[in-house]
C-alpha cells in the first residue's frame, strides 16, 4: 500500500520538484535550472532557454563542456574497463598516462601523482603526506582561503562563519594572513605545512604580492615546513599560465589539483616529489588509500581535457581575454574589477546587489555567481574557450543588469 502511495505521488511531480524533494539541498534557495544539454560556452534549459555559461562549473570546464576529446576518451575507456581494484594495486593505463603527461609539465620535483576523487580529497591526502613526512602536526593555512568541506579540509578553510556549526575540528590548525609578512613568524619548527592557495579564490580573486610569496616560499624551506600550493581554482591555463605559481616564480613542495583536472569528471591529485611521497607506502603500509580515486574513465577524460588544451593553446590568449573584460566592465555601480585571467570578481555595494544583477543576468541567459567569502562580488570564470564577442555581449549584459533599478 505505501509503495504504491509513493510511487503514484512521485508520477504526480515534475522534475524540479523531485529534485527538491529527493534530492539533499545545499541551500533554501538553490537555482533550480533544469539543464538538459551542455555544449561548449553554453547550456540549455528543458524549456529550449540558452545560457552562455560564465562560471565553467566553478572553474571545471575550461576546454568547455563537452569537448568532443574528452567525450571520445570516455567512450573508449568505458569499452575497455571502468572499476577494477582500489587504487594503487593494478598498473591501469589511463592513470599512467595522464600522470605521466601532468609530470612532463611541471617542474621536476613534482613527479609523483596521486589520483583522488576530489580537490577536497587531495587536501585531505596531501595533509596527511605533510603530517607524515616531517613528522610534525601543526598545519597553518590563510584566512578567506577555501579547500573544501570534508572535516579536514574544513578545519584549515578560512572563515569562522562557516566552520563554527562543525566544531569541534582538527587541531593544531593556525590561520595566517594572506599577503601579511607579519603573520610568517608564525610558521616554525613545528609546522608540518603551509597551504595556501596561488590565488585565492572565494575571497573574491586576491592575488598574492609576488615579495610576500616568495618570502613565504623562503620561510617554508627555513623551517622545513612543506609549502602546499592549492591550485584546485586556478591551474589549468586560468590565470593566463599553465599554472598560476609559475607566475610568481616559486615552487610548491606539494601542488593540489582538482576541478578543471577531469575535464568534466570528478578527479582531484596531490602531487609531490616521489621521495615525499613514498612516505605514504610504510609505517603504516596503505597511508592514504580510496577505492574510486583515480578511476580510469575519470583519468582518460581529464587526460584527453589536457591535451586538447595543450593542443588548442588555449592559454596563449587568456591575458588578452582578461583584459577584453577589463574593458567592457564598466558601470558606475561596479567598485572594483579583480582579475588574474579569466578568474574575476566584479565587486558591487553589497550582496544584494549583486545578487539583483546576477538573478537579471540569468533571466538575460547569462549564468553567473558569487564567492563564498565576498558575498558582494560576482564570479567570472568561464571557459577558456570564449570568445571576444562573448565576453562584449556578457558586460553588456552585466553592465545592463547593474544599472536596473
Same mark, same amino acid.
Given at each position: 500500500?505505501?509503495?504504491?502511495?509513493?510511487?503514484?505521488?512521485?508520477?504526480?511531480?515534475?522534475?524540479?520538484?523531485?529534485?527538491?524533494? @529527493?534530492?539533499?539541498?545545499?541551500?533554501?534557495?538553490?537555482?533550480?535550472?533544469?539543464?538538459?544539454?551542455?555544449? $561548449?560556452?553554453?547550456?540549455?534549459?528543458?524549456?529550449?532557454?540558452? +545560457?552562455?555559461?560564465?562560471?565553467?562549473?566553478?572553474?571545471?570546464?575550461?576546454? $568547455?563542456?563537452?569537448?568532443?576529446?574528452?567525450?571520445?576518451?570516455?567512450?573508449?575507456?568505458?569499452?575497455? +574497463?571502468? @572499476?577494477?581494484?582500489?587504487?594503487?594495486?593494478?598498473?591501469?593505463?589511463?592513470?599512467?598516462?595522464?600522470?605521466?603527461?601532468?609530470?612532463?609539465?611541471?617542474?621536476?620535483?613534482?613527479?609523483?601523482?596521486?589520483?583522488?576523487?576530489?580537490?577536497?580529497?587531495?587536501?585531505?591526502?596531501?595533509?596527511?603526506?605533510?603530517?607524515? +613526512?616531517?613528522?610534525?602536526?601543526?598545519?597553518?593555512?590563510?584566512?578567506?582561503?577555501?579547500?573544501?568541506?570534508?572535516? $579536514?579540509?574544513?578545519?584549515?578553510?578560512?572563515?569562522?562563519?562557516?566552520?563554527?556549526?562543525?566544531?569541534?575540528?582538527?587541531?593544531?590548525?593556525?590561520?595566517?594572513?594572506?599577503?601579511?609578512?607579519?603573520?610568517?613568524?608564525?610558521?616554525?619548527?613545528?609546522?608540518?605545512?603551509?597551504?595556501?592557495?596561488?590565488?585565492?579564490?572565494?575571497?573574491?580573486?586576491?592575488?598574492?604580492?609576488?615579495?610576500?610569496?616568495?618570502?613565504?616560499?623562503?620561510?617554508?624551506?627555513?623551517?622545513?615546513?612543506?609549502?602546499?600550493?592549492?591550485?584546485?581554482? /586556478?591551474?589549468?591555463?586560468?590565470?593566463?599560465?599553465?599554472?598560476?605559481?609559475?607566475?610568481? $616564480?616559486?615552487?610548491?613542495?606539494?601542488?593540489?589539483?582538482?576541478?578543471?583536472?577531469?575535464?568534466?569528471?570528478?578527479?582531484?591529485?596531490?602531487?609531490?616529489? @616521489?621521495?615525499?611521497?613514498?612516505?605514504?607506502?610504510?609505517?603504516?603500509?596503505?597511508?592514504?588509500?580510496?577505492?574510486?580515486?583515480? @578511476?580510469?574513465?575519470? /583519468?582518460?577524460?581529464?587526460?584527453?581535457?589536457?591535451?586538447?588544451?595543450?593542443?588548442?593553446?588555449?592559454?596563449?590568449?587568456?591575458?588578452?581575454?582578461?583584459?577584453?573584460?577589463?574593458?567592457?566592465?564598466?558601470?558606475?555601480?561596479?567598485?572594483?574589477?579583480?582579475?588574474?585571467?579569466?578568474?574575476?570578481?566584479?565587486?558591487?555595494?553589497?550582496?544584494?546587489?549583486?545578487?539583483?544583477?546576477?538573478?537579471?543576468?540569468?533571466?538575460?541567459?547569462?549564468?553567473?555567481?558569487?564567492?563564498?567569502?565576498?558575498?558582494? /562580488?560576482?564570479?567570472?570564470?568561464?571557459?577558456?574557450?570564449?570568445?571576444?564577442?562573448?565576453?562584449?555581449?556578457?558586460?553588456?549584459?552585466?553592465?545592463?543588469?547593474?544599472?536596473?533599478?
Amino acid at each position: 500500500m505505501f509503495s504504491n502511495f509513493a510511487k503514484n505521488s512521485v508520477e504526480c511531480m515534475n522534475n524540479r520538484q523531485l529534485f527538491l524533494q @529527493h534530492v539533499a539541498q545545499t541551500s533554501d534557495a538553490p537555482l533550480a535550472l533544469e539543464i538538459v544539454k551542455a555544449e $561548449g560556452m553554453y547550456m540549455w534549459d528543458a524549456a529550449g532557454k540558452r +545560457y552562455l555559461d560564465l562560471i565553467a562549473g566553478i572553474s571545471v570546464c575550461n576546454v $568547455g563542456h563537452c569537448h568532443p576529446a574528452v567525450v571520445k576518451a570516455i567512450q573508449e575507456q568505458a569499452q575497455q +574497463y571502468m @572499476h577494477l581494484l582500489v587504487y594503487g594495486e593494478f598498473v591501469q593505463s589511463p592513470q599512467v598516462a595522464f600522470a605521466s603527461l601532468l609530470t612532463q609539465h611541471l617542474p621536476a620535483q613534482l613527479n609523483c601523482v596521486y589520483f583522488t576523487n576530489s580537490g577536497a580529497e587531495a587536501v585531505e591526502g596531501a595533509m596527511k603526506l605533510a603530517k607524515r +613526512y616531517t613528522g610534525r602536526t601543526e598545519i597553518a593555512a590563510f584566512n578567506r582561503s577555501y579547500h573544501g568541506s570534508t572535516q $579536514g579540509a574544513l578545519s584549515i578553510l578560512g572563515d569562522e562563519y562557516w566552520r563554527n556549526a562543525y566544531r569541534p575540528l582538527l587541531p593544531g590548525i593556525q590561520h595566517l594572513e594572506y599577503n601579511n609578512f607579519d603573520s610568517l613568524a608564525l610558521i616554525t619548527e613545528h609546522t608540518a605545512a603551509v597551504i595556501a592557495e596561488s590565488v585565492q579564490a572565494e575571497g573574491g580573486v586576491n592575488v598574492p604580492q609576488r615579495k610576500w610569496i616568495h618570502a613565504l616560499r623562503e620561510r617554508c624551506t627555513a623551517t622545513g615546513a612543506l609549502l602546499i600550493l592549492d591550485e584546485i581554482q /586556478c591551474g589549468f591555463g586560468r590565470n593566463g599560465t599553465l599554472w598560476a605559481f609559475e607566475q610568481f $616564480g616559486i615552487e610548491p613542495d606539494v601542488l593540489l589539483l582538482g576541478k578543471a583536472l577531469g575535464g568534466g569528471m570528478p578527479l582531484g591529485a596531490f602531487i609531490s616529489s @616521489h621521495d615525499i611521497m613514498w612516505t605514504l607506502t610504510n609505517n603504516p603500509v596503505l597511508g592514504h588509500i580510496t577505492t574510486f580515486g583515480g @578511476h580510469p574513465v575519470n /583519468c582518460a577524460a581529464g587526460r584527453a581535457g589536457f591535451q586538447a588544451l595543450l593542443d588548442q593553446d588555449l592559454v596563449k590568449d587568456v591575458k588578452a581575454k582578461e583584459q577584453v573584460f577589463l574593458q567592457y566592465l564598466r558601470h558606475p555601480a561596479i567598485k572594483s574589477v579583480r582579475s588574474l585571467g579569466l578568474m574575476i570578481a566584479v565587486e558591487f555595494e553589497s550582496f544584494a546587489v549583486n545578487k539583483k544583477v546576477i538573478d537579471y543576468c540569468i533571466e538575460k541567459g547569462v549564468l553567473t555567481d558569487w564567492f563564498l567569502f565576498a558575498a558582494e /562580488c560576482m564570479r567570472i570564470a568561464p571557459p577558456l574557450i570564449i570568445t571576444e564577442e562573448e565576453i562584449k555581449w556578457a558586460c553588456a549584459v552585466i553592465c545592463e543588469a547593474a544599472g536596473q533599478p
